[in-house]
């Protein structure tokens, strides 16, 4: 799921403040056209309204898996997984086969006489290589998150002036005799949201830079363990 490249900025803010009559964007208050997404209103509502965004976020990522679930289900159905993992018969000539590789393995190790000594050693180093494998795969989706970070941060940057003056005039002409926002607090209102979003995503790409720093201390110390 691409939930992250959701969070709100200003491009998926100011159709709230600028919206468009061909796009029915007068037709209900929560949505500036009728083609958006529930999971884009939900997060863009929860950020100009002050609640937080992270809640409607992690309803947007369970929609997606359930579309994803939905999807698995259907082509289970349809009989596509077959190609993949073959048909029941060729799984349970598999599963035979592995079950047997399994039983002489066990004998084989069987056969073996660990000493006591080295049992906790041995449960040792397996806890710690869990542990190790557990770190780094926190570190793999800290790594993206840090990725999806920096993509948003470099997307945070104020329109020109120019554009800005463009859609003024625009809303101007669409909304004439509405009760209208001076250019200058229009102006001040996409500057705060931008700073705001970047200090936001500053913050949250700091701490995934240090989680995944400390991370890799812990590594090195359970690697030198093992």
Do not use: C
Request: zero cysteines.
């Amino acid at each position: 799921a691409k939930t992250e490249k959701r969070l709100p900025y200003f491009r998926t803010l100011i159709p709230y403040f600028v919206r468009r009559q061909l796009a029915f964007g007068f037709s209900a208050p929560d949505k500036h056209t009728d083609k958006q997404q529930l999971g884009d209103q939900q997060i863009s509502l929860s950020h100009l309204l002050g609640l937080d965004t992270g809640i409607a976020i992690e309803w947007e990522r369970v929609r997606q898996r359930r579309k994803g679930i939905k999807a698995m289900e259907q082509a289970t159905k349809a009989g596509v997984l077959r190609s993949v993992v073959g048909t029941d018969e060729d799984l349970s000539s598999r599963l035979v086969i592995a079950t047997d590789a399994l039983d002489k393995l066990r004998k084989e190790l069987h056969a073996f006489n660990v000493l006591p000594e080295y049992t906790n050693i041995e449960q040792e180093a397996s806890q710690l290589t869990k542990e190790i494998n557990e770190l780094a795969d926190a570190n793999t989706m800290d790594r993206k998150m840090v990725l999806d970070l920096k993509e948003a941060l470099a997307r945070e940057t104020p329109p020109p002036t120019a554009d800005l003056e463009r859609l003024y005039k625009e809303v101007g002409v669409v909304l004439a005799g509405s009760a209208m926002k001076r250019f200058e607090e229009v102006q001040a209102f996409h500057d705060s949201v931008i700073a705001n979003r970047r200090d936001y995503l500053g913050g949250e790409l700091t701490a995934a830079e240090q989680r995944i720093r400390d991370r890799e201390r812990r590594m090195g110390e359970h690697d030198r363990r093992r």
